[in-house]
């Protein structure tokens, strides 16, 4: 499956080279704000212009007018409102990754910025060459973190960034030329301390990528703009802040990480936890009082698992991480106890339904990616366990 954006404002232009693909699937952006995906199936080698617009109109024609014209009243921020943004990239042993991902740093067409490659416990000095070749093109900084966690490596990109909004995004990521004009079109409102973005397929040329991206549901959060201020969600909100975004595309004022002493270092990748330092992050941050905003102008591509063994260990990883992060809402007793375990029980059924609704032929995913997300939560009171005993032998060390 062929992945493509077209900038509606450019007109809509005949696609080539599409005989090779089964699909093709299109982001419709019109002023750099993406309005809508779209789909063609079996295409012709030259989908024409024509053919494509009655695509277009087929799949979201009444919808894409009205966020046309959503997207002309809302405009865009002046070059002089722009302030200066710390990015902050977190890497291990990677190198052939990070590469593409500071090429299109590089790229950004944003005034004033400044980016923070942190090396977490690496096996070698191949990431600190890369970035040394590198920094001639763009404003590059390297530091290294030699306690393994993501969250460490985090920690330490803040403690290292000299602006007061600090983005984050991962190594297998390409950012959009407009991303931090869209990060600082949020940040706008004073209130809002967290803003996340779109995190788009770079690819779905495998079976892997497509199950994930389109049976499973991506790391996507749609195509509309999204609020969640602290005096108007509830506690059922507060435990599901996984529909907030995700941590490969997410920025923060430093008030904000100040306030909150920074990321739990007992979570994430590289820990027994094998992730939720995200969830747990946007958790305390609505629940300070800060505002979340979700802006799908700041988009980013991220590099799908290409086959399924590493699609079977990405969602094994996911139960265990959200159980954790449940199991952590529990322990804290911030939101109402009843509500986490309610919402628990809901995330354990759904997935059991899945189960049942794979042999009544009633779901798409296959069952070997259904199974590893739940023998990944039903190991999570383990791993929550052992990857906080593990942070305090790590900090007393």
Partial sequence: MRVLEIELSDGIPSIGGCAVYAAVRILLRHGGRPIAWVAMYEPDDVVSSEELRRVIHTQVGSSLWLSLLANGLDGDIRSHELPPISIVVCTRDRSALLGKCLRTLAALDYPAFEIIVVDNAPASDETERLVSDSQTQMPLRYTRENRPGLDWARNRGIAEARHD?????DDDVRVDAGWLRGLARAFVDPEVGLV?????????????QQLFELVYGGMGKGVRPRTWARHDVGPYDLVTVHHMGVGANMAFRRRVLEQLGGFDTALDVGTPSHGAGDLDMFHRALLSGATVRYEPVALVWHQHRRDMAALRRQLYDNGRAFGVYLILLLRRGDVPRFVTTKF???WLRWHLGRVVRRFLRRETLPLPLILPEIWGSLHSWHAYYQTYRSDRRLRAQ
């Fill in 165 to 169: 909004i600090i983005a984050f995004t």
């Fill in 344 to 346: 628990a029980r809901i």
């Fill in 196 to 208: 996340t973005g779109l995190v788009a397929p770079a690819e779905l040329e495998t079976e892997a």
